[in-house]
């Protein structure tokens, strides 16, 4: 089942903060987060495996609640390039996690 | 630095073509799979493999096809493109274990007329 990530839409300031939110109605094993800017392929920020959490940049860290069933990105001191479309994609214990399932993602807009 | 490859970039074509999207991967990964988007959409999982000579159907269905004869090769194939098939097409690919990143191709950008 698709996970629901949220909001849908974020405007920000650059410097500013925002967070990204990302439920699942079944168990989650793995939470892989990643960008993607307008015609370009998505790429890569970070997992969050059951029971650990992996931090992928300085700036842009994320949490993984097991008994919640959601994983959260956090974005700290924006910059213009972090505008993007940030999705999630969720995976499942029989296939290692590595069979993805991706929400509708979260459009980030930052401005000068 | 991922190198997967996909081509072409972009593709117009008439209705009742056959179709075949190509995607090359240099990294040695046993894992591939290709998704559809449409613009400003999610990624739908169409077809997946875990090595040679193993292919599944994902959780959208998809009137396309896929082989794996070779690792690094993973084509789709479309015998007969309709206008429903107009979409983005992107094709990923990880390394064998848990939590692996998914490295993505730029994708072709499909239009039946």
């Known amino acids: 089942q698709q996970p629901v990530q949220s909001p849908q839409a974020v405007i920000l300031r650059e410097g500013e903060d925002a967070v990204i939110n990302c439920s699942s109605s079944k168990a989650l094993y793995s939470v892989h987060w990643y960008r993607q800017k307008h015609g370009e392929a998505p790429v890569f920020l970070m997992i969050?495996?059951?029971?650990?959490e992996q931090k992928g940049h300085e700036k842009i860290s994320a949490s993984f609640n097991e008994k919640k069933q959601q994983s959260s990105l956090y974005l700290t001191a924006s910059q213009l390039s972090y505008s993007g479309t940030y999705f999630c994609g969720t995976g499942c214990r029989e296939t290692s996690g590595s069979r993805l399932t991706f929400g509708e993602g979260t459009q980030l807009t930052v401005n000068p | 630095e991922a190198d997967i490859y996909q081509t072409p970039r972009y593709l117009v074509i008439g209705t009742g073509k056959k179709i075949t999207l190509e995607c090359s991967q240099t990294m040695g990964h046993d894992k591939m799979y290709w998704y559809q988007q449409d613009p400003g959409m999610e990624l739908h999982l169409i077809h997946y493999s875990y090595g040679v000579n193993s292919t599944e159907k994902g959780d959208l269905s998809s009137e396309s096809t896929v082989s794996r004869i070779r690792t690094e090769h993973f084509p789709l194939t479309l015998e007969s493109a309709r206008p429903s098939h107009t979409s983005q097409y992107l094709c990923?690919?990880?390394?064998?274990?848990?939590?692996?990143?998914?490295?993505f191709g730029d994708g072709t950008r499909l239009s039946i007329l």
């Open positions: 969050l495996l059951k029971g650990g």
């Open positions: 990923a690919s990880s390394q064998t274990g848990t939590g692996q990143p998914q490295h």
